[in-house]
């Protein structure tokens, strides 16, 4: 049997494990399960014979090591943080890795080492990033390979809420890690390149530049920029297009909402509220509003954000229960963000029977003997219920695919890698297709965004 040791088994490890549990008698496959909760580990193993469940702290130098040794790859499915320490292990005792996450400067510094040792570091394979860059590369690779120049590519992805289970104004539910929406986009401006020009959207302007899209059967969504686009310019071998821009995907209305949120200052999380577990919804909002010996609190809520009486911002913000003096935030020394995030949680947190949905989009626009063309791809991917979202599907599945494919040495190519190559993208965008998780290409008119290049 081949050991395979999967370190972390939160909620996107749930297809992982199912798909290497399905494979592991046909591919001579033992998944170790390591968690720091045993009971999580114990959860998924089941009673699967080629399965083990073991309590593991990845702080804990022997025990960490120890599982190591014994495994033919390792899978880290910890946060991104923690992969370190696992990689460095994995050079020590030679083993192949295998993580969703992006490749940070740490795991980069190991390239030479993992080279030099023959082993194959895949990282970033996951759905954003992962099966984003695979679609893209393979689109990419088939424009080149046919003698096309690239001049446009546009990236979005989206964790959404399925049609079926959006039951709220702001058609939107938490299908992931909710303090990673509440702070999206923090942190420096988004850049990014339109017709040959750098551009720069600050913070406070990122949810109100958006640029819409339609996914067939799907309606229309908004696309809002990614912090730094182009940081996969020369990854792609894109140094010389003339627009790149990464975004994520919301419903159309998302963003003017959320901007609220952010021109009054609560997702702000660099610095603590005095008193914050005793303080109500009420309490908390009326902290970033004027102080008026007269006026409500919505009254001066609807003043400083411009609200009319009939407008739906109105509806959102009395959908989400922010006024209620009676519920408390609850959290000692809460940051604005924190506490924001404790009022949605209660109001988008997906029900016991609702399904999450990941729909990505990408556009190329390039030429081709003299002629402008324009290719768009898009995939939705449905989830089937809490245990097997679309989220966990979606990131759990590459990640089992290129695990096994590590294995059978069909993906050889030594060092840290993310999944850019054919000999990559290939076989495991196939896979997925079979997995229902497939992509739907046109041609359509090219958009370029100024027809007679006119600079941007």
């Not at 008698?25 to 073991?54: C, M, P, R, V, W």
């Not at 880290?76 to 890795?97: Q, W, Y």
């Not at 040792?117 to 393979?138: C, R, T, W, Y």
């Not at 004027?290 to 509806?315: A, C, F, G, H, N």
Request: charged share 25%; with cysteine.
């Amino acid at each position: 049997m081949r050991n395979i040791l999967i370190i972390g088994a939160g909620k996107s490890t749930s297809s992982l494990i199912k798909y290497l549990k399905e494979k592991s008698t046909s591919e001579k496959l033992f998944l170790t399960i390591g968690d720091l909760s045993l009971e999580n580990a114990q959860k998924f193993a089941g009673d699967h014979q080629n399965t083990k469940a073991i309590t593991l702290d990845v702080f804990k130098q022997e025990e960490r090591q120890a599982a190591v040794k014994n495994a033919d790859i390792v899978i880290s499915m910890l946060p991104a943080r923690f992969h370190i320490e696992v990689a460095k292990d994995c050079v020590t005792f030679g083993k192949n890795m295998v993580t969703a996450s992006y490749v940070s400067k740490e795991m980069e510094a190991l390239n030479d080492a993992v080279k030099e040792k023959g082993l194959v570091f895949m990282n970033e394979i996951g759905v954003d990033p992962g099966i984003d860059h695979m679609s893209a590369m393979q689109v990419i690779d088939k424009i080149r390979d046919n003698g096309g120049k690239l001049l446009l590519f546009e990236s979005f992805t989206g964790g959404l809420v399925a049609p079926e289970s959006d039951t709220n104004l702001w058609n939107y539910k938490f299908t992931w890690n909710p303090r990673n929406v509440v702070v999206a986009g923090q942190g420096g401006a988004a850049e990014f390149m339109q017709e040959g020009q750098f551009k720069y959207i600050p913070y406070h302007r990122l949810f109100r530049r958006t640029e819409f899209l339609e996914v067939e059967g799907y309606g229309k969504f908004e696309g809002l920029a990614n912090r730094n686009s182009l940081a996969y310019q020369s990854v792609y071998g894109l140094d010389n297009i003339q627009t790149l821009y990464r975004g994520t995907l919301r419903r159309v209305g998302f963003s003017k909402a959320w901007n609220m949120f952010v021109q009054l200052g609560l997702t702000d999380d660099t610095y603590s509220m005095e008193n914050s577990e005793n303080m109500s919804y009420r309490e908390f909002v009326n902290s970033f509003l004027p102080y008026s010996p007269t006026d409500s609190v919505e009254l001066k809520m609807r003043y400083s954000l411009k609200i009319d009486q009939d407008d739906l911002m109105w509806e959102k913000l009395l959908e989400l229960d922010i006024f209620n003096n009676e519920k408390k935030i609850g959290i000692k020394g809460a940051t604005p963000a924190q506490a924001l995030q404790k009022i949605l949680e209660e109001k988008w947190t997906l029900a016991p029977n609702d399904k999450d949905m990941i729909v990505m989009y990408h556009k190329f626009g390039y030429e081709l003997n003299g002629e402008r063309k324009q290719v768009d791809s898009t995939m939705v991917h449905i989830g089937e219920d809490q245990t097997y979202t679309a989220m966990a599907k979606t990131v759990g599945l590459p990640v089992a695919i290129a695990t096994v494919k590590i294995l059978n040495k069909e993906i050889t190519t030594p060092g840290v890698l993310r999944p850019i190559s054919k000999e990559v993208y290939e076989p495991i965008l196939a896979e997925l297709a079979e997995n229902g998780i497939k992509f739907t290409e046109k041609d359509v008119k090219f958009l370029g965004y100024n027809e007679d290049n006119i600079v941007g």
